[in-house]
């Protein structure tokens, strides 16, 4: 009898525990760190494409079926609102507070208020100049005529760190596996994680040429030590959660 009510006393204490943690979780200050957090490591930047995605999805799955016109329309008016870019962040965000650990998020606050992770964020926002369009079309015919191997397997490290091309194929194929869906399209060939390694493939040339243009102004010891800053373990635990998180927002079918 005693061991039963301790066992109940147990199991209470810890449901208890894990409703505290939950609540605690979603209080204003934890979102709002959780959205500073997703801010600065450019995930919420990265939902911001998510209007371009699903036209650029929309009319690949049009041209693939040679859908009319008016298929399209609905395609695109059935998911827009379910893919608008705020709807998707709050969802992220809310994933990743319902993970919180403090001591490991306020570390992950005080890595990326680092000069260096600060200047790096500034050329970040730099890239969304309209400047940056053109900029980034010259810079890669430069490459072309004069690559530069080291440098580029610097910056290939960093993709890796910051997972910026693997987040990205994410984005393209949740969009697309949506779009496929609502078309009526058959079962995948591929699970979700092969998809995400293909799509990463063909995305991380372009990539790797986005970041050498964006971070041309760093030296290479900047480069590196930015690159180690971000291969942290708390913050490569933050980015992964985050990652599961876009899955999650996304809804695609393993």
């Given at each position: 009898?005693?061991?039963?009510?301790?066992?109940?006393?147990?199991?209470?204490?810890l449901l208890f525990f894990l409703s505290a943690n939950f609540v605690h979780a979603q209080t204003p200050q934890v979102l709002q760190q959780t959205q500073q957090l997703l801010d600065w490591l450019g995930v919420l930047a990265l939902l911001e494409q998510a209007p371009t995605v699903l036209d650029i999805a929309v009319?690949?799955?049009?041209?693939?079926?040679?859908?009319?016109?008016?298929?399209?329309?609905?395609?695109?008016?059935?998911?827009?609102?379910?893919?608008?870019?705020?709807?998707?962040?709050?969802?992220?965000?809310?994933?990743?507070?319902?993970?919180?650990?403090?001591?490991?998020?306020?570390h992950n606050e005080e890595l990326l208020q680092q000069p260096l992770a600060?200047?790096?964020?500034?050329?970040?926002?730099?890239?969304?100049?309209?400047?940056?369009?053109?900029?980034?079309?010259?810079?890669?015919?430069?490459?072309?005529?004069?690559?530069?191997?080291?440098?580029?397997?610097?910056?290939?490290?960093?993709?890796?760190?910051t997972a910026t091309s693997l987040l990205a194929a994410i984005l393209q194929t949740g969009v697309g596996d949506?779009?496929?869906?609502?078309a009526g399209g058959t079962e995948k060939s591929a699970s979700a994680a092969q998809e995400f390694v293909e799509r990463q493939r063909f995305l991380a040339p372009f990539t790797e040429d986005y970041l050498l243009y964006a971070y041309r102004y760093f030296k290479d010891e900047e480069l590196s030590a930015y690159r180690?800053?971000?291969?942290?373990?708390e913050l490569q635990w933050f980015l992964d959660?985050?990652?599961?998180?876009?899955?999650?927002?996304?809804?695609?079918?393993?």
């Amino acid at each position: 009898m005693q061991k039963t009510i301790r066992t109940a006393a147990t199991t209470i204490t810890l449901l208890f525990f894990l409703s505290a943690n939950f609540v605690h979780a979603q209080t204003p200050q934890v979102l709002q760190q959780t959205q500073q957090l997703l801010d600065w490591l450019g995930v919420l930047a990265l939902l911001e494409q998510a209007p371009t995605v699903l036209d650029i999805a929309v009319e690949a799955e049009a041209k693939l079926r040679e859908s009319t016109p008016q298929q399209r329309e609905a395609w695109h008016r059935e998911l827009e609102p379910k893919l608008k870019p705020a709807v998707l962040q709050q969802t992220l965000i809310r994933y990743v507070a319902e993970r919180y650990r403090a001591e490991t998020f306020s570390h992950n606050e005080e890595l990326l208020q680092q000069p260096l992770a600060r200047r790096a964020r500034y050329f970040d926002l730099a890239m969304t100049q309209a400047s940056a369009v053109q900029g980034l079309q010259d810079y890669r015919a430069l490459l072309s005529a004069k690559p530069q191997p080291n440098r580029r397997a610097l910056i290939q490290e960093l993709d890796a760190a910051t997972a910026t091309s693997l987040l990205a194929a994410i984005l393209q194929t949740g969009v697309g596996d949506r779009v496929r869906q609502l078309a009526g399209g058959t079962e995948k060939s591929a699970s979700a994680a092969q998809e995400f390694v293909e799509r990463q493939r063909f995305l991380a040339p372009f990539t790797e040429d986005y970041l050498l243009y964006a971070y041309r102004y760093f030296k290479d010891e900047e480069l590196s030590a930015y690159r180690d800053l971000l291969r942290d373990a708390e913050l490569q635990w933050f980015l992964d959660v985050s990652r599961q998180g876009l899955i999650a927002a996304l809804q695609v079918t393993p």
